[in-house]
């Protein structure tokens, strides 16, 4: 969506709401109300714009963050050589760490994968595995469904 549909101040408040922490330094950064705020985001063509310049803010975010993984994968497996010993159990723990957690993902997205086609052969629903109904539940759900699954697998 243009921001054309925007006034010159609604314009401004989007680019304070999106410098500053909270919406309420974003709305004294731009001089606006909270109320004025309230109101603009019911507008169809503020929120669009507003949404649409977070989520190229994210992205860019994500996208820096991105191109430094490699470089912060060498710099913690280059500590692990370091002289220092509590350098090293730090940078190992930390190695660790998000190696485990990468793993418990991997895991978890198998195990999210089973449950969907498990549903699904079991309900008959979409030959292609996919339930749009899984899509509906939050993945506090899907983890109470995991954890049921897991204890009816034998060990």
Request: cysteine-free.
């Given at each position: 969506m243009s921001s054309t549909?925007?006034?010159?101040r609604q314009r401004r408040a989007i680019q304070c709401l999106l410098e500053s922490r909270s919406v309420e330094a974003g709305c004294a950064a731009a001089k606006i109300s909270r109320s004025t705020y309230?109101?603009?985001?019911?507008?169809?063509?503020?929120?669009?714009?507003?949404?649409?310049?977070?989520?190229?803010?994210?992205?860019?975010?994500?996208?820096?963050?991105?191109?430094?993984?490699?470089?912060?994968?060498?710099?913690?497996?280059?500590?692990?050589?370091?002289g220092d010993n509590r350098l090293k159990r730090l940078a190992a723990r930390d190695v660790l760490a998000t190696y485990l957690k990468h793993k418990e993902l991997d895991e978890l997205t198998y195990r999210v994968e089973a449950v969907e086609a498990r549903l699904n052969q079991q309900q008959g629903n979409h030959a292609n595995g996919y339930d749009p109904e899984l899509e509906r539940l939050s993945l506090e759900e899907l983890e109470q469904r995991l954890a049921v699954l897991k204890r009816m697998r034998p060990e």
């Open positions: 549909r925007l006034t010159p309230y109101v603009w985001t019911e507008q169809a063509s503020f929120k669009a714009e507003l949404d649409r310049q977070r989520a190229e803010l994210i992205a860019q975010g994500f996208a820096v963050l991105a191109q430094t993984t490699a470089k912060a994968i060498e710099t913690l497996a280059g500590l692990l050589d370091a």
